[in-house]
Each structure stands twice: as structure tokens, then as C-alpha cells.
């Protein structure tokens, strides 16, 4: 059965650099089918898609993030990071990872599996 | 990008009776929609994918319709565990963007 973990540090300082992993149980993060992204939720608010990255290393960042972040890929560890340079107290929230499945219908992907998500905050 | 707006915010509803959520895309994203259940503290659980397919697992109360801006949700007799926020999400593209989300409550 597929599982993903995240895991990382729950305090990071402003200024300071966020790294999270995502551990994938289950499946391969190589596979062509699928995309890898995380997704955030500061408290008490909706969901936020960050980025995505494909197993073949190419990836799509949120416009408004884009300079701060990077998804990558350790197909040896079957895992995918997290990491969003330059935080703030607006960065503050629960971080979650999920598999992003294109089904029948290759190029259009939906977030079909999801961790549990971990929550960061941004304080000093 | 691609702007999803969800309506209404919070909705109140009885056990049993029938429930719709709309959302709708600042432009045409073909049936490329999905829906999303997430209950407090927890992660979001997949729906309803391509604006109308029905995830393995999920009871067939909840339905999906719509294509090119205009999306509906439905649970066709709410019951006591649908209490929950519901998000709709847009994949047309590469870069993905959810509504805001429709907090549902049992009265």
C-alpha cells in the first residue's frame, strides 16, 4: 500500500532556509505515471499547491514561490524534497506531500495520495 | 494562473438532505477538476477526479459534473461524516491552484 511521510524540522528561523523530505513506501518515485508535489496550509486557512517534480527531475513551481523554492528528487532513497529559502512567519504551516496521478489521461495529474502532513513553524 | 472560486464558504445542512458546492475557473479547464474532502487535523482524501469520476472507495452520495468553468459537488443525502471542508482543484495545466474551500456543517 502507498505511504508517504514527510519528515523535518517543526521550528525554522526567519531568514533561515526550510527542508522537508518526503519518504514514499510502496511505489517508485521513478515511475513515468506520476508527479510529486507538495502542497502547504497555513493555520486556519485552504490549501496552497507549492511545486511538483517528475521522476525524470523536470519540475513546476506556484508563481509566487518561485524564487524561493526547489523540489527535488533521491531516487536511491525513494524520496522527494522540500526546500523554501528565505522564510517568514507567513511560511508557517502544515506541509503535506503527495503523489500526483495522471490516470488514463497522461499530462493532467490529480493528487490522489496524500501524506500525513508536518507542521513547520517560523520563529525565532 | 488559473483562479478557483468555491461558493458558498459554509454551508449548514440537515442529515439527508442534498447538498451542492459550486466552483468555478477564471477560465476553461476542460473536466481537468478535482475534488477533495479534508476533516479537522487531517490530510485532504480525494473524491472526486475529472470533474465527474468517482475515487475507488468513496460512497456514490458524493458526485461530481460540470466542464469548461462552471463545476458542481453534490451529496446527494448528507450524513453525519461529511462534516468537513471541501476543496476544488484545477490541474488543466502544470501549475495547480485549489478554491478556497466550503466548510460544510450538520445542523
Known amino acids: 500500500q502507498l505511504q508517504l511521510q514527510e519528515s523535518g524540522p517543526g521550528l525554522v528561523k526567519p531568514s533561515e532556509t526550510l527542508s522537508l523530505t518526503c519518504t514514499v513506501s510502496?511505489?517508485?518515485?521513478?515511475?513515468?505515471?506520476?508527479?510529486w508535489g507538495w502542497i502547504r496550509q497555513p493555520p486556519g486557512k485552504g490549501l496552497a499547491w507549492i511545486g511538483s517534480v517528475y521522476y525524470s527531475g523536470s519540475t513546476y513551481y506556484n508563481p509566487s514561490l518561485q524564487s524561493r523554492v526547489t523540489v527535488s528528487l533521491d531516487t536511491s532513497k525513494n524520496q522527494f524534497s522540500l526546500k523554501l529559502s528565505s522564510v517568514t512567519a507567513a511560511d508557517t504551516a502544515v506541509y503535506y506531500c503527495?503523489?500526483?496521478?495522471?490516470?488514463?489521461?497522461?499530462?493532467?495529474?490529480?493528487?490522489?495520495?496524500w501524506g500525513k502532513g508536518t507542521t513547520v513553524t517560523v520563529s525565532s | 494562473d488559473i483562479q478557483m472560486t468555491q461558493s458558498p464558504s459554509t454551508l449548514s445542512a440537515s442529515v439527508g438532505d442534498r447538498v451542492t458546492i459550486t466552483c468555478r475557473a477564471s477560465q476553461s479547464i476542460s473536466s481537468w477538476l478535482a475534488w477533495y474532502q479534508q476533516k479537522s487535523g487531517k490530510a485532504p482524501k480525494l473524491l472526486i477526479y475529472k470533474a465527474s469520476s468517482l475515487e475507488s472507495g468513496v460512497p456514490s452520495r458524493f458526485s461530481g459534473s460540470g466542464s469548461g468553468t462552471e463545476f458542481t459537488l453534490t451529496i446527494s443525502s448528507l450524513q453525519p461524516d461529511d462534516s468537513a471542508t471541501y476543496y476544488c482543484?484545477?490541474?488543466?495545466?502544470?501549475?495547480?491552484?485549489f478554491g478556497q474551500g466550503t466548510k460544510v456543517e450538520i445542523k
Open positions: 482543484q484545477q490541474y488543466n495545466s502544470y501549475t495547480w491552484t
Open positions: 503527495a503523489r500526483a496521478n495522471s490516470g488514463s489521461y497522461w499530462g493532467y495529474y490529480y493528487m490522489d495520495v
Open positions: 510502496g511505489a517508485s518515485i521513478s515511475s513515468s505515471s506520476y508527479y
